[in-house]
């Protein structure tokens, strides 16, 4: 039977500011890549939303970014390497100490935003990411694309590393993501998502943009818990994947 989790964005509320469904959400994914206070996420919201996923059995990940409430992490930063470092550190020991208080624990890192696509292509970056979750634990497992350099990188320096496709993100013909710059690099229908989610669970293939197939191995995939209609979308790709005989579960198990 394949295998395949199935992970969302949670914890990124700030204050009175409410984003995405949480409580919902997890009810549907095996795995929450929980906003760190960088990117998004204050630590009464992502407290809670710690408590829910414990409650619900769901595997942790720090979700890690540059350091830009403003810009939702969505902006590139040319951060010093030792700076970038002590930011991750920073990051994941706060989520771990809101784990701990919650009853569950962090059992993976997932970079956010301009960090997560800089760091898949950006060796000195990425060292300084792989350098900080070594020095936390290094038992942590890192999300990282699927097919980029990242992975094998990460290999190399120690850690487990799965590679990751997106639900809702249209795909270039080389098996990267299209840029949310150009048309059509959301999808909306959560229909279509789902049987695209069913093929590559099935075969390793995705349909790309420009109509051709492309290859993504992927042992994860992610839906954007803040898209319009993230919940029925996610809901259909479990309900689908389910249905045609595939068992959801996190790669990273049940919290230590």
Same mark, same amino acid.
């Given at each position: 039977?394949?295998?395949?989790?199935?992970?969302?964005?949670?914890?990124?509320?700030?204050?009175?500011?409410?984003?995405?469904?949480?409580?919902?959400?997890?009810?549907?994914?095996?795995?929450?890549?929980?906003?760190?206070?960088?990117?998004?996420?204050?630590?009464?919201?992502?407290?809670?939303?710690?408590?829910?996923?414990?409650?619900?059995?769901?595997?942790?990940?720090?979700?890690? +970014?540059?350091?830009? =409430?403003?810009?939702?992490? /969505? #902006?590139?930063?040319?951060?010093?390497?030792? !700076?970038?470092? @002590? *930011?991750?550190?920073?990051?994941?020991?706060?989520?771990?100490?809101?784990?701990?208080?919650?009853?569950?624990?962090?059992?993976?890192?997932?970079?956010?935003?301009?960090?997560?696509?800089?760091?898949?292509?950006?060796?000195?970056?990425?060292?300084?990411?792989?350098?900080?979750?070594?020095?936390?634990?290094?038992?942590?497992?890192?999300?990282?694309? +699927?097919?980029?350099? =990242?992975?094998?990188?990460? /290999? #190399?320096?120690?850690?487990?590393?799965?590679? !990751?496709?997106? @639900? *809702?993100?249209?795909?270039?013909?080389?098996?990267?993501?299209?840029?949310?710059?150009?048309?059509?690099?959301?999808?909306?229908?959560?229909?279509?998502?789902?049987?695209?989610?069913?093929?590559?669970?099935?075969?390793?293939?995705?349909?790309?943009?420009?109509?051709?197939?492309?290859?993504?191995?992927?042992?994860?995939?992610?839906?954007?818990?803040?898209?319009?209609?993230?919940?029925?979308?996610?809901?259909?790709?479990?309900?689908?994947?389910?249905?045609?005989?595939?068992?959801?579960?996190?790669?990273?198990?049940?919290?230590?």
């Amino acid at each position: 039977m394949p295998t395949i989790d199935l992970n969302s964005d949670l914890g990124e509320s700030f204050g009175q500011w409410s984003m995405g469904d949480d409580a919902a959400m997890l009810d549907i994914v095996t795995s929450a890549n929980v906003a760190c206070g960088f990117h998004a996420g204050d630590p009464a919201g992502i407290l809670r939303t710690l408590k829910a996923a414990a409650a619900k059995g769901v595997t942790i990940g720090a979700h890690v +970014a540059y350091p830009d =409430l403003v810009g939702f992490g /969505r #902006r590139n930063m040319d951060i010093a390497s030792d !700076e970038l470092s @002590a *930011d991750m550190i920073y990051q994941i020991g706060a989520l771990q100490a809101l784990a701990t208080a919650a009853g569950t624990a962090v059992r993976y890192v997932k970079p956010h935003g301009a960090l997560y696509n800089t760091i898949a292509h950006d060796t000195r970056q990425a060292m300084a990411v792989i350098e900080a979750i070594r020095a936390v634990d290094a038992r942590l497992v890192l999300v990282a694309l +699927a097919g980029s350099p =990242l992975i094998e990188l990460a /290999r #190399r320096e120690g850690l487990t590393c799965i590679a !990751e496709a997106f @639900a *809702d993100r249209a795909y270039t013909p080389q098996g990267t993501l299209v840029s949310r710059r150009e048309a059509g690099a959301v999808l909306h229908d959560a229909e279509q998502v789902a049987q695209r989610m069913l093929r590559l669970v099935r075969t390793g293939e995705v349909e790309a943009i420009d109509g051709s197939v492309t290859r993504i191995e992927a042992d994860s995939i992610c839906v954007h818990g803040d898209s319009p209609g993230a919940i029925q979308m996610a809901r259909e790709v479990r309900q689908l994947l389910e249905q045609s005989g595939v068992s959801l579960q996190s790669f990273a198990g049940a919290a230590r």
